[in-house]
């Protein structure tokens, strides 16, 4: 090959998925947050940054947004961290249990969710029924429309984000240095704080980092639980594009949002890598020592664990206190996985209620529910998100695969700038992206297509199936296809029998996360789909936005046993693949 060709070749892999997002991406991004500070009509000019900054109550939503987003993170991480815990040191079965309990709330819709909060926490609603039930009294305060409300939504959302974030970096950890810990005298707490959480700090980092940035995009939750002092940017965007038509006003929210979301990124890559997002440890040799001052910081450190043990030494002989932290601690997570699961289950018996209203306990029986959805409204609806969801997954898979093998096998210097090319869209608020395609497809004609849906599907999906893929392609061995070869097999029978077969199982859950998040994706739904062309999200969102009904209790039932069914699958084949590689590894 021409040597002035081999740069192409090399890198032919990368190519299609950074013209996608050239294309798909960065452009309308880059002009909806240049409308900030440049218009057709003025030219260069700073009005609509002025104005935010000028006027107290953007000020006041910037800041109030930041807040939720910040304590929506915390408390994400303090719940997510236990479960993650559990699930890495449990075996067997009761793993896998476990791990199914968080990937059934991780796949459940947005919408879904928000709606069974609606459920719980209503004037007439489960938790007001208890409420009622203990104390003979309900709850004096609204329990829906403030800030409680809020939290808890958005924490139940993002909460199986950080547990799959946190749990692959604590597999990746050494079992054996906790033992050598323990056999070196640390207490369970010293080797907890000193040796595993360090570990696993880049893997919480990452999942503060993915939570964070969602939440600040966020709109869904403030808009169904919250009242108006709960309004965030993202709400406040909406209507500058939707009602006001201010697109330069819209533009400088919108930058304040980057800009924020920027800053948190470029510290996390300063502090543990880009690399550590993929499941990669940073490279570099660490730090040198400080000499004196690590072995000062080292003897303080230890002195403080010492007067620590002492405090606590009274504490541990008591008879039965061991076997109590453990009930409790026990006791905590599980009511963690119940407040992940238990919601969306709610749902379902409202949905057979014979009352116009949704109250607890429901009056049954009734199907008027799920008869009020077989109209071609809901019908299109529904079809057309199943096939966006298809398309999106079929096309997601074909840019993410290659600029996998490419980034795995290939690429060298350039790897960690083009990397975080290829992850840019999940750091960037979803809101953005919205608004950045719309302001785009109007003006090509893609409002209200099919092929529009399908291209702001796949922005959103892809950075996420190239994180799955990147991790496949690591865990294939190539000399499985040279000894395939040896023995005589040709190109299509290595493909067919050794390389399709391993890729599979990893293939179907990239394609299944890309499936799931084109299914429940609402922000690009609200700007690119037109009054007839509506996905099933914005369907139930233009339902729920009307009025609250069991209608949407029927529909959201459906949309959660569909992925109850599909995780269900996807984890059996998963399994059985997994069993089958001893067998033809022999």
């Known amino acids: 090959m021409n040597a002035a060709l081999r740069p192409l070749y090399r890198n032919a892999g990368a190519a299609p998925l950074l013209i996608f997002l050239a294309l798909a991406f960065f452009i309308p991004v880059a002009t909806i947050l240049g409308m900030a500070v440049w218009t057709p009509a003025d030219g260069l000019t700073l009005a609509s940054l002025q104005r935010i900054a000028s006027t107290p109550v953007y000020a006041s939503i910037l800041l109030r947004t930041l807040e939720i987003s910040v304590w929506t993170t915390a408390l994400c991480l303090l719940g997510g961290l236990p479960i993650a815990l559990l699930i890495h040191r449990l075996r067997g079965s009761a793993r896998s249990v476990v791990y199914l309990l968080v990937l059934l709330p991780f796949w459940t ?36 429309f403030n800030l409680n409300a809020v939290l808890i939504g958005m924490v139940h959302g993002l909460m199986p984000f950080a547990v799959l974030t946190i749990l692959p970096v604590l ?93 948190l990124f470029g510290l996390y890559i300063r502090s543990f890598g880009i690399e550590t997002l993929i499941g990669r440890a940073r490279t570099g040799s660490p730090a040198p020592a400080q000499g004196n001052l690590s072995l000062q910081r080292l003897a303080w450190q230890r002195q403080c664990w010492v007067a620590w043990d002492l405090m606590t030494a009274p504490l541990t002989r008591l008879p039965g206190l061991e076997s109590l932290v453990r009930v409790v601690a026990w006791l905590g997570v599980v009511a963690l996985l119940l407040f992940l699961v238990l919601p969306a289950l709610f749902l379902i018996p409202v949905s057979f209620s014979t009352s116009g209203i949704i109250d607890w306990p429901p009056q049954f029986f009734s199907w008027q529910w799920y008869a009020a959805l077989d109209t071609p409204a809901w019908r299109s609806a529904a079809w057309r998100s199943a096939t966006v969801a298809a398309a999106t997954g079929v096309l997601s898979l074909a840019l993410a695969y290659p600029a996998a093998v490419w980034f795995v096998r290939q690429a060298q210097r350039s790897r960690v700038p083009v990397l975080v090319l290829m992850i840019a869209p999940m750091i960037v608020p979803r809101i953005i992206i919205a608004i950045g395609l719309f302001y785009l497809f109007a003006r090509i004609g893609l409002v ?79 700007f690119v789909t037109g009054g007839l062309s509506s996905t099933l999200p914005k369907q139930m969102w233009d339902e729920a936005l009307l009025r609250v009904s069991p209608t949407l209790a029927a529909a959201s039932t459906m949309v959660f046993l569909f992925m109850s069914v599909v995780v269900l699958l996807a984890q059996t084949f998963r399994q059985r693949s997994n069993a089958a590689k001893p067998a033809s590894n022999a």
């Open 109 to 144: 819709s947005f919408l879904v969710k928000s709606f069974a909060w609606l459920v719980l926490l209503g004037k007439n609603g489960t938790v007001n029924a208890m409420i009622v039930l203990l104390t003979g009294e309900p709850a004096n305060a609204s329990l829906l």
């Open 171 to 263: 597999e990746s950890i050494d079992p054996r240095l906790l033992p050598a810990a323990a056999c070196l005298g640390a207490r369970p707490v010293e080797a907890f704080v000193r040796v595993l959480l360090p570990l696993a700090l880049p893997g919480i980092a990452a999942a503060g980092l993915i939570v964070f940035v969602t939440s600040v995009g966020f709109f869904i939750v403030p808009a169904l639980l919250g009242g108006p002092r709960q309004t965030m940017v993202a709400n406040v965007v909406i209507e500058m594009v939707q009602e006001l038509l201010n697109w330069p006003l819209a533009s400088a929210a919108a930058v304040l949002m980057f800009v924020v979301v920027a800053l």
């Open 448 to 526: 209200g297509s099919w092929v529009g849906l399908v291209l702001g599907h796949t922005v959103i999906a892809l950075p996420f199936v190239l994180i799955t893929m990147i991790a496949v392609v690591q865990a294939y061995d190539e000399r499985l296809d040279h000894a395939a070869a040896v023995c005589g097999a040709g190109t299509l029978m290595r493909l067919r029998r050794v390389t399709l077969p391993l890729l599979a199982p990893g293939a179907l859950s990239a394609f299944l996360f890309a499936f799931v998040t084109s299914l429940d994706e609402l922000t690009i739904a609200m």
